[in-house]
């Protein structure tokens, strides 16, 4: 007896049976095809077939090449947009130079943004915001951007320019509040939650989270503390558990001064700080020691950024670290999703972040 003759196998494909892309090659050509058809010679659903058409997400590569090859196939109209996605050749990176000269940073981000994007076949134009007037900076550019990175900086009218001009938007380390646009940014509430149950966990209750929430990713660091203080039945009072440093220009070893009042202005002086970033943290590590205190043995300090400067302090401090160098891919990645399918609905991708515990954490010392 002759054995039948075996399916013709795709290598990719682990099952071994017919793809759906083999299945639209026996599809017979027809003028009058309807979606039913499309769907069942690319062996998906209905559903699937007119989300793919629709370019919507949710489908899979290869289910929307064998849909948009069956409709091919069977004559079924198709939009040239349906299987020719908007192709992104260039991105302009659209922030303020003390963002960009910020290399301890947003070096890391930046190096990712521009590895990804040429990786993907992306030109990358870097296009400094004016801080009094960002509308105004597209006037340095040759022309108006094709797509657009934001990075470190809020600036809603920017936004809503690029989005009258459909230009695929992505913003990194920022948020846009009405969802206009996808934000990729460290995942900061998380942070502010490890970091204070990692001190929590030591047996420390008089925690202060010294910062100064101007932007919503400093917010969720606070957000993230308060949640992690509720977790042992703590009750947030502002007054008690928040060291406000007034101004963005105290974001830095300066901030050592306040600090430094604070602990001196306290009966007793709280048992850990919580900073909002490391360099703030080198300040409190500075201003603990100008009070003739120790750290940790009477102050514990836990940082945010994981940057190298606090893995040398004296003692290396701990801190919440960021795979920057991620977030800038996973920019680039959501910028090419939104230029693929531009009426798909806007994202917020938090990257993860990890507790490195250092020498500037201990139990709290016993009275």
Aim: net charge negative; glycine share 8%.
């Amino acid at each position: 007896m002759t054995p039948s003759p075996s399916p013709q196998v795709d290598p990719s494909d682990p099952t071994g049976a017919e793809t759906p892309a083999d299945l639209a090659d026996k599809a017979p050509l027809s003028g009058k095809a309807k979606l039913q058809d499309v769907a069942r010679a690319a062996g998906v659903s209905v559903g699937t077939a007119s989300k793919a058409l629709n370019r919507k997400t949710g489908v899979s590569k290869r289910n929307r090449t064998a849909v948009l090859k069956a409709a091919i196939q069977l004559g079924y109209a198709v939009e040239e947009e349906a299987y020719s996605p908007k192709a992104l050749s260039n991105v302009t990176l659209l922030s303020y130079g003390r963002m960009l000269g910020n290399d301890a940073f947003y070096g890391d981000i930046v190096d990712g943004i521009v590895e990804e994007a040429s990786r993907e076949g992306l030109s990358v134009e870097i296009c400094i915001l004016d801080e009094s007037q960002p509308d105004q900076s597209f006037q340095s550019l040759s022309t108006f951007p094709k797509s657009a990175i934001i990075m470190g900086a809020d600036v809603p009218g920017v936004v809503q320019m690029l989005g009258n001009k459909n230009v695929a938007t992505v913003l990194v380390n920022g948020i846009d509040p009405q969802m206009q646009v996808s934000s990729v940014s460290p995942d900061y509430y998380y942070g502010g939650w490890l970091a204070t149950k990692h001190l929590l966990d030591l047996g420390h209750r008089d925690i202060v989270h010294i910062t100064h929430a101007y932007r919503e990713s400093i917010t969720q660091r606070e957000s993230g503390f308060r949640d992690a203080l509720e977790t042992v039945d703590i009750t947030f009072d502002f007054d008690q558990h928040i060291l406000d440093l007034g101004s963005p220009d105290m974001i830095s070893v300066a901030a050592s001064s306040i600090i430094r009042d604070f602990i001196k202005a306290r009966k007793t002086p709280p048992t850990a700080f919580f900073c909002m970033s490391d360099v703030v943290a080198l300040g409190a590590v500075q201003a603990i020691k100008e009070c003739g205190l120790s750290v940790p043995d009477d102050i514990s300090v836990v940082g945010f950024d994981g940057l190298a400067v606090g893995a040398h302090s004296i003692p290396p401090i701990a801190s919440i670290n960021i795979d920057r160098k991620q977030v800038g891919v996973a920019a680039v990645k959501t910028l090419l999703e939104r230029g693929a399918f531009p009426t798909s609905p806007a994202k917020r991708i938090g990257i993860g972040v990890e507790l490195v515990d250092r020498r500037s954490c201990a139990a709290p010392r016993k009275s």
